[in-house]
């Protein structure tokens, strides 16, 4: 399997569980897209760091090419998956009655 | 240098430390939920991270690094991205929430 598939089924599992599993529905809501803006903003600072210096190496083979601020697109996608998982699970937990 | 992976992380969970003390955002003071967060993320992206580093999708510059490594590989930096990383995003999350007074579902 390339990055690029999976980081496709990992942003696709986690609109899932947002959506279908645990429903906290935050695909929907303005104050999580808002929220990923911001996050994505420093995202591109700490990839591009952690890339531009040579911290991380890809294989060329298994990613498109195709890279924003010295990260591979891919990260993005895996960056959109934990952060979304994360805010999710968090608000489900809140839901459930833990530490709301 | 051997803390640079180190000292990124730092500087996120440093950047984002005022929305908990100035804003008040209570999310490290809700540390059994953020706890409870944490963990699923961490043993999801761990894993993802271990098969892509036993498949060569990534490598790491050592001499950047501490030279802790983990079970699977995994350098002891990549373990704490997955807990600082989700901690700053739910810092943001709640800071939004705050301030615009948006519903966010478990209201």
Known sequence: MTYTLAAVLGVAGAAALDLAVMRTRLL??????VAYAIVLLFQLVVNGILTGRDIVRYDPAVIVGLRVVFAPAEDLMFGFAMVL???????????KGVQP | MRLTYLLVLLGCLLGTLPLEVVL???VY?????????????LVVFAAWDIAAIAAGHWSFDGSQMTGVVLPGELPLEELLFFL????????????VRRVRRWPAGDE
Not at chain 1, 85 to 95: A, D, K, Y
Not at chain 2, 30 to 37: H, K
Not at chain 2, 84 to 95: D, G, M, Y
Request: proline share 4%; glycine share 4%.
């Open chain 2, 24 to 26: 008040g955002v209570r």
């Open chain 2, 29 to 41: 003071r809700r540390w059994c939920r953020l706890v409870l967060t944490l963990l699923p993320v």
């Open chain 2, 84 to 95: 600082v990383v989700p901690t700053c995003a739910i810092l943001c999350f709640e800071a």
């Open chain 1, 85 to 95: 998982l994360t805010l999710s699970i968090w608000v489900w937990l809140g839901r």
């Open chain 1, 28 to 33: 929907t809501r303005k104050v999580f897209w």
